[in-house]
């Protein structure tokens, strides 16, 4: 998980709570990804970046944001959390994000989320 | 849904065997990659299969792609305790702007 850290690890919160995870990254890579994995559905990805500012949708997006204005920096935010977004949620980043480059992403460790 | 498919979803050999894993996915794809997740960790990339592709090989480790059936494999050639693992298949999709798609993941327990 070298170069790339999420924070919190794990968290419990209340339904209603608005809540924030960060992915930070030393890499300098471009693209910058948030996957959530639930059992029975493996990883699906709810936003990601192609660069500062430039963001956009994944498969399962509603019900989250995300901003990145530095680089290193992609914040990912429930702004009122629900049981349903209970889950482990990944920041991956990668090098190319098109068809130009092979688009092999590096993991974080993850930070696992419980909403009561 | 462009997720693939996994099978078998959970696999459980001795250690010295072989373990094979089969994914399949819906549409084109530009490659296909392989990922292991240790438990309570994030993935680590495996190995990627270009479409142009038919077989790769690193270690003990060998990927097939077949385009025309829309299915990949992967071999773990004489696996060991440490394999033990959750395998992900994941395809470059041509047609979902350079955004990889996941499959469920085959659970690979391999016994000493």
């Known amino acids: 998980d070298a170069g790339i850290t999420q924070s919190p690890r794990h968290k419990v919160t209340e339904t209603g709570t608005p809540v924030t995870l960060r992915c930070h990254q030393t890499?300098?890579?471009?693209?910058m990804y948030w996957y959530r994995q639930d059992p029975g559905h493996g990883l699906r990805l709810i936003h990601y970046?192609?660069?500062?500012?430039?963001?956009d949708k994944g498969e399962v997006s509603d019900g989250y944001s995300v901003s990145r204005s530095k680089t290193e920096d992609f914040l990912l935010t429930l702004e009122s959390a629900t049981s349903s977004q209970t889950s482990v949620y990944f920041c991956?980043?990668?090098?190319?994000?098109?068809?130009?480059?092979?688009?092999?992403?590096?993991f974080g460790a993850g930070s696992r989320l419980t909403v009561l | 849904s462009q997720q693939g498919e996994e099978d078998p979803q959970a696999l459980s050999i001795q250690e010295g065997e072989n373990a094979t894993m089969n994914c399949s996915y819906k549409?084109?794809?530009?490659?296909l990659q392989w990922y292991r997740q240790n438990s309570g960790r994030g993935l680590v990339h495996l190995i990627l299969?270009?479409?142009?592709?038919r077989e790769k090989h690193s270690g003990r480790l060998r990927v097939t792609l077949d385009t025309s059936k829309k299915s990949s494999s992967l071999l773990i050639t004489a696996s060991r305790a440490a394999d033990t693992a959750s395998y992900f298949c994941?395809?470059?999709?041509?047609?979902?702007?350079?955004?990889?798609?996941f499959g469920q993941g085959t659970e690979l327990s391999v016994k000493p």
């Open positions: 991956a980043i990668s090098e190319s994000g098109t068809f130009s480059g092979a688009n092999v992403l590096t």
């Open positions: 890499e300098n890579h471009r693209y």
């Open positions: 970046s192609y660069g500062v500012k430039d963001t």
């Open positions: 549409t084109s794809i530009n490659n």
């Open positions: 299969i270009r479409s142009n592709e």
């Open positions: 994941a395809a470059l999709h041509i047609n979902q702007g350079g955004k990889l798609i």
